[in-house]
């Protein structure tokens, strides 16, 4: 691709990276602050780290470094930008960075430990809602530019469709965009007003329901760029093709329409929604866990495909013939292992009943970092290993390679110990997000949780071995940077992976956008409109939504 749109791309790994290497360090501290083992000193607060954690890594590690793969994606697939939308990608670039450096200057200096889902009654200072809301017109304009590129593709090719990563790379955008409706209004019209002081109160409910409409399409947001790895580039990693163009296309727009009615499920224990809309929603998060049983599907098709081609019998034997050498692939691969309990723990929290029993403790904690911390950063960490060097125009050499490979392990290692410590604290009743051993002068309530596994030291240990495995990541990241010798000939440079797609069997009906988004603003409107509605009318004296305020 063209030496100004990596330019682009490299800038947003850069920047994620930088976030990365701070949040980390955060979540050492967090284990061991758990643990009872460290005391932080008087200027530092507990919900000061978790918040800087939890925003540096999932929510700005993660954007940054899906809008460098998308770029990258989108130059490779369709061709160069044009100068207009480059010029829109760098000011998306600058305008997120600089949103996203006045919210950490806020969480830093104490103002804003509201946490990364930063929902009422917590209050942070109006700067950090600036910041945020800084953040979200960036991507928006780096969206609409690929958006925009994508348009351009199209005029030129009518009738054509366009390539997988491409269409995928749109739909993740709508998700994004769709989304974020939600998270802007509450920040524009009640947390901005209500932090400075213009308004008194806030209608907390209403604030909650917009952030949650907003923060479940946003886990989405996630997961979708990592399964554009798994359906584009994975199959051309182990010498196959896309299993099915249709199967690939049509689980995107499942995702497009069953994301966002089914926010709720994250407030299934707050009392200000009707049973019969949490129950709706409850139905419909069912339903998106449709398109990731596909996903897996179309995977092991994918693996069986590639094993016979190259001389696999019997009913595993393909499992054999898979590159196990190649960092590329056991990265994707290990990242896929682990979203099966990740998922499944997830339809424990969406079933109505069992979420009674895990809301508010570690398990959720534990549940997030074997989604969003397991298959979507270890495949972060994978597509890294080849996107950097094809970027840089470096090489990849074995011993980078083969730390590689210890990173990753060491990454499934410590998640493992960590998430399952996590999973079995909270089973056993340990809430999340409290600083309860020894905190503000009460006995330790450690001694409740002695298990080999159900325990805090367990979760240390985990990460700890995590943190470790982060600083190996980012040492590979720097030498494939700014290190390893460029590539002299063909055969040395890396490869931007990329599986052929076949077509000819895909209906023409799942390119057609304005269907698409039309059935989700219909079914949006069916979740939503009644429950919040309500919450407007139904508000207490004094608190404002953002209608009445
Ligand atoms: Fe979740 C809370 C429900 C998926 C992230 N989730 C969270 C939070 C985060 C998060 C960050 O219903 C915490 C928010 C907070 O701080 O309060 N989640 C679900 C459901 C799914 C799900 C139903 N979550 C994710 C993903 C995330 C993520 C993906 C990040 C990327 N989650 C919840 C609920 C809560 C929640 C409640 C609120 C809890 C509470 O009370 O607070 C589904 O999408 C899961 C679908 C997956 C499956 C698993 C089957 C998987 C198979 C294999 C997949 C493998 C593949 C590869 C595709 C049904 C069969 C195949 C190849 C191989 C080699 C295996």
């Known amino acids: 691709i063209a030496k100004s749109d990596r330019q682009l791309a490299l800038w947003n790994i850069g920047i994620s990276y930088i976030a990365f290497i701070i949040g980390t360090f955060c979540g050492l501290l967090q284990v061991f602050i758990r643990n009872d083992k460290l005391q932080l000193p008087k200027f530092l607060d507990y919900y000061q780290i978790l918040t800087a954690h939890g925003v540096l890594l999932a929510l700005v590690f993660t954007t940054f470094f899906i809008f460098a793969f998308l770029i990258a994606g989108m130059s490779k697939t369709l061709g160069s930008f044009g100068p207009r939308v480059r010029f829109f990608l760098w000011l998306g670039l600058w305008v997120t960075a600089i949103g996203t450096t006045l919210a950490t200057a806020m969480i830093i200096s104490g103002e804003a ?7 009422a009654p917590l209050k942070a200072s109006g700067w950090f809602y600036v910041g945020l809301a800084l ?28 390539p997988l990563f491409a269409y995928m790379t749109v739909a993740t955008l709508l998700l994004w965009i769709i989304a974020c409706l939600g998270v802007v209004t509450t920040v524009l019209f009640q947390y901005i007003p209500w932090s400075f002081g213009w308004t008194e109160t806030i209608n907390v409910e209403l604030s909650r329901s917009l952030f949650w409409y907003f923060g479940h399409p946003l886990v989405y947001f996630w997961l979708l760029p990592a399964y554009m790895a798994w359906y584009v580039v994975m199959p051309k990693i182990i010498g196959t093709d896309v299993f099915s163009d249709s199967l690939a296309r049509f689980s995107f727009v499942l995702f497009i329409l069953f994301s966002f009615p089914v926010g709720f499920h994250h407030q299934l224990t707050e009392p200000g929604i009707d049973s019969f809309w949490k129950f709706l929603q409850v139905v419909l998060t069912f339903m998106v866990v449709v398109p990731t ?36 692939f056991t990265s994707l691969f290990i ?3 682990f979203f099966i309990p990740g998922g499944a723990g997830g339809i424990v929290n969406a079933s109505f009943q069992l979420n009674e029993l895990v809301h508010n403790t ?17 495949t972060f960490m994978g597509v890294t290993f080849w996107l950097v060097p094809y970027l840089t125009g470096r090489t990849f050499p074995k011993y980078l390679q083969k730390l590689a ?18 999973h079995l604290l909270g089973l056993l009743g340990a809430p999340r997000r409290t600083a309860y051993s020894g905190y503000n002068g009460h006995e330790s309530a450690l001694e409740w949780f002695q298990g080999i596994l159900s325990n805090h030291v367990t979760m240390a240990i985990g990460g700890t071995i995590l943190f470790f495995s982060a600083m190996l990541l980012v040492y590979i990241v720097a030498n494939l940077m700014f290190v390893t010798p460029k590539a002299a000939t063909e055969e040395e440079a890396v490869e931007f992976p990329i599986a052929k797609s076949d077509t000819s069997h895909t209906a023409k009906l799942l390119e057609n956008w ?7 603003l219909a079914l949006i409107l069916m979740a939503y409109a009644m429950p919040l509605t309500e919450m407007i009318q139904h508000s207490p004296p004094g608190s404002r939504g953002f209608i009445t305020w």
């Open 514 to 520: 304005g269907l698409w988004v039309g059935i989700a």
């Open 405 to 422: 490979h210890i990173q990753i392990f060491s990454w499934a290692v410590g998640m493992l110990l960590m998430s399952t410590a996590q």
């Open 335 to 337: 990242a896929m292992l």
């Open 362 to 378: 570690l398990w959720v904690v534990g549940h997030f970092h074997i989604t969003v911390g397991t298959p979507v950063a270890m």
């Open 113 to 119: 430990s509201v946490l990364y889902t930063f929902y």
């Open 135 to 162: 953040l979200i017109v960036g991507t928006w304009f780096t969206s609409f530019a690929l958006l925009g590129h994508y348009l351009v593709w199209k005029k030129q090719n009518k009738g054509k469709f366009s």
């Open 293 to 328: 049983l596909m996903t897996a599907f179309s995977m092991f098709a994918t693996f069986e495909t590639s094993g016979r081609k190259k001389g696999a019998t019997g009913l595993f034997g393909w499992f054999k013939k898979l590159p196990w050498k190649d960092v590329r």
